[in-house]
């Protein structure tokens, strides 16, 4: 008896791990652009010229300017491209962002100090998505985990992002 209620909770578990993908977002035109405000704290994934989707974001621990050097936590300002998807993020799932440009490494080189790398959109810590505090990252930009499921799945590579203070 014990041994059938086993079996049935590990199927029922493996079905539920599967249904993320019976619950793919309503068909969307194609994602051409991600656009973020960071005063407003929004993300939005456009189609063309119009915004299809909108997200509350958390950015990096000092959020206000543009980032310069590593370790600042700021959330960079500028025109990139998602350059990477990686499905084994230990922030549940992540966007690669092309920090740092020529720009920023000229600048940050001016200042003798490193630019920073590995700047992502991603999800939250731990199986619950546990948000640790409001502006927690150290310059990414972060979303909830059932939100970031869904931009995983909307965004190419090679999608433009354009962060706006």
Known sequence: MIQRRLLLIGLISTSLSSCSSWF???ELPKITQIVVFKKSRKLYLYSGNKAVRSYDIDLGFSPTGDKKIEGDGKTPEGR?????????????????ISYPN??????????????????????????FGRRPKKDWTWGCV?????DIEE???????????DINP
């Open 142 to 146: 972060s979303v909830s985990n059932s």
């Open 24 to 26: 793919r977002p309503k």
């Open 151 to 161: 931009i995983y799945q909307l965004v190419d590579i090679g999608t433009v992002i």
């Open 80 to 96: 990139y491209y998602i350059d990477r998807k990686n499905p084994n993020s230990a922030y549940h799932l992540s966007l690669g």
């Open 102 to 127: 020529k720009k920023d490494k000229s600048e940050a080189k001016t200042l003798g100090k490193p630019p920073g790398k590995d700047i992502f959109i991603h999800g939250r810590v731990g199986f």
